[in-house]
Antibody, heavy 123, light 110 residues
Framework: EVQLVESGGGLVQPGRSLRLSCAAS????????MHWVRQAPGKGLEWVSG????????GYADSVKGRFTISRDNAKNSLYLQMNNLRTDDTALYYC????????????????WGQGTLVTVSS | QSALTQPASVSGSPGQSIAISCTGT?????????VSWYQQRPGKAPKLIIY???NRPSDISNRFSGSKSGNTASLTISGLQAEDEADYYC??????????FGGGTKLTVL
């Protein structure tokens, strides 16, 4: 059974940093691209970042470029999102999402989602 | 990168057909056949229902279909059922090598 378990969310002040983690199991992690997607309370979905199976290519939404860094450790079956200089509009539920394929570029076809970890940015 | 434009809500009666539009620009929807649609029921994770504009995963009913004309993609649901009540999101690849969602459409089955 595929499982994606996010952790690392919490309450943080504007300008501070947070690192999200996603522990993957039930599939061959290093065969697939992965993504982070967020959803602010009562709002729609926003793609945040994607990474290839081998970390060769990464991508970011304009809203987080230069502040967030996606990475993965295939040996640990883990995905990460380092979030720096957080802003109040980064407040959202952050989901770890598994791609169908091994590259994130192109169409967005995903098949498994974690339950999400809540990030609240507030003073 | 601005979000794709979807109607906030649509509604229909059981058995009817409805269409949800997703309007972008020549830098995203209009330039790539990389438009997907996701269904999100309350409290559930989004589920892929259409990919690459008009392809359906094998486990998705043929009542769901997708198309594109110019900068606008569309999702059509025929033979509307109560279980179709959900939020629907489109997403497209962009020329900036990013991905952008639509704002989402709430479908109400009357």
């Amino acid at each position: 059974e595929v499982q994606l378990v996010e952790s690392g969310g919490g309450l943080v002040q504007p300008g501070r940093s947070l690192r999200l983690s996603c522990a993957a199991s039930g599939f061959t992690f290093d065969d697939y691209a992965m993504h982070w997607v967020r959803q602010a309370p009562g709002k729609g979905l926003e793609w945040v970042s994607g990474i290839d199976w081998n970390s060769y290519t990464t991508g970011y939404a304009d809203s987080v470029k230069g502040r967030f860094t996606i990475s993965r450790d295939n040996a640990k079956n883990s995905l990460y999102l380092q979030m720096n200089n957080l802003r109040t509009d980064d407040t959202a539920l952050y989901y770890c999402v598994k791609d169908w394929g091994n590259q994130w570029l192109g169409g967005w076809e995903v098949d498994y989602w974690g339950q999400g970890t809540l990030v609240t940015v507030s003073s | 990168q601005s979000a794709l434009t979807q109607p906030a809500s649509v509604s229909g009666s059981p058995g009817q057909s409805i269409a949800i539009s997703c309007t972008g620009t020549s830098s995203d929807v209009g330039n790539y056949n990389y438009v997907s649609w996701y269904q999100q029921r309350p409290g559930k994770a989004p589920k892929l229902i259409i990919y690459e504009v008009s392809n359906r995963p094998s486990d998705i009913s043929n009542r769901f279909s997708g198309s594109k004309s110019g900068n606008t993609a569309s999702l059509t649901i025929s033979g509307l059922q109560a279980e179709d009540e959900a939020d629907y999101y489109c997403i497209s690849y962009t020329s900036s090598s990013t991905l952008v969602f639509g704002g989402g459409t709430k479908l109400t089955v009357l």
